[in-house]
């Protein structure tokens, strides 16, 4: 028999009613409703991938990130990736040693780093946060060969897309998930750090 476990995280209206419902409630799922991340991602005109997710938004990007470092031989090699995945607390973490194992095992492909917010501040809240977008160990490509996507709470999403299309980043190099808080103002002072931050990179040797 085929089983599927659910973990349910109460953030609001929708996942307590879940969280409560009783042992047996009919429950239907489906799929796919967005495009899949690598399918969104132009391989052959990308050098290098950034992801940058908000809580629950990593588990997406894990699965991407395991589908991408394990095509085989005759399969198109995909670009590096670096993952920034941002948390509220330490506790909230989520596969650290599974990400941990696979930076190791790929290290010519993948790197992965954690943002605490209730330590370090929102990834946008200051330049040497947003600092983890371009301080990078694979090839610094610069704006256009360097596609983004965004996933999670919809004030990051919306703040980081308008300050990557400031800084010139293609329109077809980002892509975009966003869960909720769609209506959140776009805070303009964000937009304008996260575009001059961007804005410098510049290709560079191999580190």
């Not at 095992?105 to 200051?126: C, M, P, Y």
Request: with cysteine.
């Amino acid at each position: 028999e085929h089983t599927l476990d659910i973990l349910i995280k109460e953030v609001g209206a929708k996942s307590k009613r879940f969280a409560t419902a009783e042992a047996g409630t009919p429950l239907q799922f489906g799929g796919k409703f967005k495009v899949p991340i690598l399918e969104g991602i132009d391989a052959e005109t990308t050098k290098r991938v950034v992801l940058v997710s908000t809580g629950v938004g990593v588990g997406p990007c894990i699965g991407a990130i395991e589908m991408a470092l394990s095509r085989g031989k005759g399969e198109p090699s995909f670009p590096p990736i670096d993952l920034i995945a941002s948390y509220r607390t330490e506790e909230e973490v989520l596969y650290k040693d599974h990400l941990d194992k696979l930076q190791v095992q790929h290290e010519d492909k993948f790197a992965w780093r954690a943002i605490v917010t209730n330590k370090q501040g929102r990834l946008s809240s200051s330049t040497d946060n947003l600092k983890m977008l371009t301080d990078t160990k694979f090839h610094n490509v610069g704006v256009d060969g360097t596609h983004y996507h965004l996933i999670g709470n919809g004030q990051m999403v919306s703040e980081f897309k308008a300050g990557l299309e400031k800084a010139g980043v293609p329109e077809d190099k980002v892509t975009l998930e966003m869960y909720f808080n769609h209506k959140a103002e776009v805070d303009v002072d964000v937009v304008d750090r996260i575009a001059d931050v961007v804005m410098k990179t510049v290709p560079a040797a191999v580190a």
